[in-house]
């Protein structure tokens, strides 16, 4: 009964997008939802805990909606997606269906929890259009400290060396990247949309992106769903730094 009540949540918040269907995925959506959910993407699967508000609003496609809205109207198959920081993989499970067939998602993710979180569901390297790399993009190629924290599946948060060394973190050293050495290493051309949102690292990730990518069309987006409000502080650096880049 309570996965016949889930699906007809999940239909409900697809088909009506009105006012309350949050709460209800907050609430009713919690309660059917078993305590750790396996849910599939596009042929990616990625765990969930009810538990966790955001993962609650992942299982009923309503996490950063606007935000994937947004790219269903400009991701065509065929398009270059770089997705730094996947954290448990929805994003790239997203837009995975929408740039393939021929498209291709390059993610990146450094964290050694999030990372085995992935790879416990899914053969990576079996899923057509979708790369998973263990390492971080900045401003330079070799490696650095990471301080992966517990809070980066619950909260998100975890950051290299560059960004601060939060007080639960657990420092592993990792391969870091950056755009333009990717690029030339992989033979990659062009991005058609670069998804930022790395704990203030991604200024140091824009610096280094080739020149033949800094122009008009290209698209940029700092992580969150910030659609019902209007840039301030880091997100306004961002964006400026972005435009600057032209993404």
């Known amino acids: 009964m309570k996965k016949l009540v889930q699906s007809l949540i999940l239909w409900f918040c697809r088909t009506f997008p009105i006012r309350g269907r949050h709460r209800l995925a ?7 939802a078993e305590p750790v959910a396996v849910r599939e993407i596009n042929g990616s699967r990625f765990e969930l805990d009810r538990d ?42 997203q837009v995975l269906g929408m740039v393939t ?18 790879q416990r569901n899914n053969t990576v390297d079996s899923i057509s259009g979708w790369r998973l790399l263990p390492m971080a993009l900045t401003d330079r190629t070799g490696s650095l400290t990471f301080f992966d924290t517990p809070r980066v599946i619950t909260r998100g948060y975890a950051a290299l060396e560059q960004a601060g060394r939060p007080a639960d973190s657990n420092p592993v050293e990792v391969p870091v990247t ?19 949102d790395i704990e203030d690292s991604e200024l ?15 698209r940029y987006h700092p992580g969150g769903d910030r659609s019902a409000a209007r840039p301030r502080g880091t997100e306004r650096r961002h964006l400026q730094a972005a435009a600057r880049c032209r993404l």
Do not use: T
Request: proline letters at 6%.
């Open 26 to 32: 907050d609430s009713w959506g919690g309660w059917v």
């Open 204 to 218: 140091l990730s824009l610096a280094r992106c080739p020149a033949h990518h800094r122009r008009k069309g290209h």
């Open 52 to 93: 966790v508000q955001y993962h609650r609003m992942m299982l009923y496609d309503l996490y950063e909606e606007n935000v994937m809205a947004y790219l269903r109207g400009r991701l065509k198959p065929g398009m270059v997606v770089f997705d730094p920081g996947c954290n448990i993989g929805y994003f790239a499970a």
């Open 101 to 118: 067939p021929g498209g291709q998602v390059w993610s990146f993710e450094p964290s050694p929890r999030c990372l085995e979180r992935i």
């Open 178 to 196: 950056s755009v333009d050495a990717f690029c030339a290493e992989h033979g990659i051309k062009h991005i058609d949309f670069l998804k930022l």
